[in-house]
């Protein structure tokens, strides 16, 4: 009883494909497969002491150009 065979795995992952739909699952299986890829990526720099991480260089000041307005007329 608590062990499941291989048709019902594919009687649940038919019933799944049903209600989600094949583009959804899809997508679903590449944003995890990214994030797994990021973990590995990140793990692999946390190992690597010497790797130095580049810093960006040049900095932009931004200004706000604003009229005030007399909301009290």
Known sequence: ?????????LIVLV????VFGTKKLRNIGQDL???????KDGMKSAEDPNEQIPQST?????????????INK
């Open 15 to 18: 019933i799944v494909m049903l």
């Open 58 to 70: 040049t900095t932009a000041e931004k200004t706000v150009d604003v009229q005030a307005k007399d």
């Open 33 to 39: 497969g990214g994030a797994v890829k990021g973990f």
């Open 1 to 9: 009883m608590g062990s499941f065979s291989i048709w019902h795995w």
